[in-house]
């Protein structure tokens, strides 16, 4: 069974770092691209970024970009997101999305989403 699990969100203030992980487990994971989105309260879902199955290939949307980084750990079937000078803006639930199909396919499609954390950047 396909579990993704979300941690590292929290309230934090403009300007400060913050690292989520998504501990993933019931799929071989060094298989398959990552992906994480956000939704914003009120708002629709946000692509964040992706990562390939290996992680020499990262994409970023350009509201983050320069400002967080994608990793992952395959021996340790965990993704991560490094979240550096967060913004109001950053404000939204995070979620942890995997690829339908493995070995990186050329269209984006998803089938498992973890359950999400919350970051919230607040004065």
């Known amino acids: 069974q396909v579990q993704l699990v979300e941690s590292g969100g929290g309230l934090v203030q403009p300007g400060v770092s913050l690292r989520l992980s998504c501990a993933a487990s019931?799929?071989?994971?060094?298989?398959?691209?990552m992906s994480w989105v956000r939704q914003a309260p009120g708002k629709g879902l946000e692509w964040v970024s992706r990562i390939n199955s290996g992680g020499g290939t990262t994409y970023y949307a350009d509201s983050v970009k320069g400002r967080f980084t994608v990793s992952r750990d395959n021996a340790k079937n965990t993704l991560y997101l490094q979240m550096n000078n967060l913004k109001f803006e950053d404000t939204a639930v995070y979620y942890c999305v995997k690829d339908l199909f493995p070995n990186n396919p050329p269209v984006t499609e998803y089938d498992y989403w973890g359950q999400g954390t919350q970051v919230t950047v607040s004065s």
């Open positions: 019931g799929f071989m994971f060094s298989s398959y691209a």
